[in-house]
């Protein structure tokens, strides 16, 4: 028995549709359509009645204008979009979620964590490019270097997780030195903010415009003036 079949009268997850090859879209747009599917191998059909719930990390909108994904099945499976932010626009829920992650740690070491408000600060103030996945790991990693000492500190935390917000305090001591104007100052941090999102996003300029709050020209200009384009 297929999925769709010990589905029948209730609810199958498709993880990461956007994935899926044109063949198999044409055939989940039949089982959609028509509620029926042949499985592979099979002489008779198989009549299944499910609700489906399909999750992406991919803009099927512009995989459609690209002729990646078909059309009609994206109408199909639109019925209710839910939009799930990045992590870094959840606030407090990451904390939650590092709490989780650890809670579930602890009870399978039979170990007791707890995460030390140091790092609670460093994980609300990172971004998490790799969303839940990446906290999930450094969760993990955290409390395998922690293990007999009672808490999550700084110094389990990877290297890249801290540098961030201690990155600010160098820089901050560096300029005081040099005396530079307010204006110098904002234009270095300002370069230094739009190199991080340009990384984060892959560098798609586009989005990066999109969450600056300004036109891909005037991104544009800016990157082109900083040697950067």
């Known amino acids: 028995m297929g999925l769709f079949e010990v589905a029948d009268r209730g609810t199958i997850f498709l993880d990461e549709i956007g994935e899926i090859s044109l063949a198999n879209q ?6 959609i359509e028509l509620g029926v599917f042949r ?10 009645d499910v609700r489906i719930i399909a999750a992406t990390n991919k803009d099927i909108k512009q995989a459609v204008e690209k002729g990646e994904f078909r059309e009609d099945l994206y109408y199909r499976l639109k019925g209710l979009a839910i939009a799930v932010g990045p992590l870094r626009e959840h606030g407090d829920d990451i904390l939650l979620l590092a709490e ?13 964590l707890a995460l030390s408000s140091q790092v609670h600060s460093v994980l609300l103030s990172y971004s998490w490019p790799g969303n839940v996945r990446e906290l999930k790991y450094v969760i993990e990693r955290a409390a395998l270097l922690a293990r007999g000492k009672g808490s999550i500190e700084l110094r389990d935390l990877p290297d890249d997780i801290k540098i961030p917000q201690q990155s600010t ?5 560096d300029y005081s030195k040099g005396n530079p104007t307010l204006a110098e100052l904002q234009g270095r941090y300002e370069r230094s903010y739009i190199q991080r999102l340009i990384l984060e996003y892959d560098g798609n300029k586009s989005k990066v415009a999109r969450v600056l709050g300004i036109s891909r020209s005037v991104l544009y200009d800016k990157l082109n003036r900083w040697g950067l384009d």
Do not use: I, M, Q
């Not at 044409?26 to 089982?31: A, D, G, H, K, Y």
């Not at 650890?102 to 007791?112: C, I, K, P, Q, S």
């Open 26 to 31: 044409s055939s989940l747009l039949r089982v």
């Open 39 to 48: 499985p592979v191998g099979g002489v008779r059909e198989v009549k299944t």
């Open 100 to 112: 989780y992650f650890l809670l579930r740690l602890n009870e399978a070491t039979g170990v007791h």
């Open 169 to 173: 305090d160098v820089e901050l001591d």
